[in-house]
């Protein structure tokens, strides 16, 4: 696993980064450069979503969720927290600092995020037991969509807090993804020969409003031959 020090509050920054890919959930592969401040070119190699739990001034811990997060190897042994990718969101986020103390607000809302100065850098406080926190949802995903049969505690030599298993739980990805519903015949195995020898008609119902031409139906033609 890679070192993990944290996220920092960067300014500058157009896109969150981190140098840790196992941060990532939905992770997809994305080849791509970024620039940094001192005009270096650096490779990225993916993206995905980070939950972080961060904790206010005023203890009160939450869920930050951090979509399209770079995945970039050569950061170094650092996260960073796009200020700039945040307010380009639009939806009333506000940063201001005091200070040692730098905090991220949403509209007239208490603190979301809550950086302290460390050294030069002004580093996001994290919830420090953030395995208890992790909802059932957020594991499954991290985990890669296992199903509630393995995704239990004897199944992981580590995971001795794993949450329960919430009721009328549905994950849209797996609904998706896992969906046993068979393919249907292809067309291209029924294509007629030659254009015009078959052709597919129907009538469409009446509309409610009558169109531009004043017509109140449709009919489809549709040449059998590809
Ligand atoms: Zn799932």
Redesign the pocket.
């Known amino acids: 696993m890679s070192s993990y020090p944290g996220w920092i509050i960067d300014t500058v920054a157009s896109s969150q980064m981190t140098n840790n890919p196992d941060l990532l959930m939905n992770f997809e592969t994305v080849k791509g450069t970024v620039w940094l401040g001192d005009d270096s070119v650096i490779e990225t190699c993916g993206r995905g979503t980070v939950v972080i739990l961060t904790k206010t001034s005023i203890g009160h811990v939450s869920s930050v969720y951090l979509k399209r997060v770079l995945w970039v190897p050569g950061l170094g042994s650092c996260s960073w927290l796009a200020w700039r990718a945040i307010v380009s969101l639009g939806k009333g986020f506000s940063l201001a600092s005091s200070g040692k103390d730098m905090y991220i607000f949403r509209e007239n809302q208490p603190e979301v995020i809550w950086g302290k100065l460390d050294r030069q850098d002004y580093v996001v406080q994290e919830e420090k037991e953030p395995a208890k926190k992790i909802t059932y949802q957020q594991w499954?995903?991290a985990l890669g969509?296992p199903s509630p049969d393995y995704l239990k505690c004897n199944n992981y030599s580590d995971a001795t807090n794993l949450p329960k298993v919430p009721k009328d739980r549905q994950?849209k990805?797996?609904l998706t993804s896992k969906s046993t519903k068979r393919k249907p015949t292809s067309i291209t195995d029924i294509c007629s020969d030659t254009p015009f020898k078959l052709i597919h008609s129907n009538l469409g119902r009446k509309f409610s409003k009558t169109s531009f031409a004043k017509s109140n139906y449709y009919v489809t033609f549709i040449d059998d031959c590809m």
């Open positions: 499954h995903e969509h994950c990805t797996c």
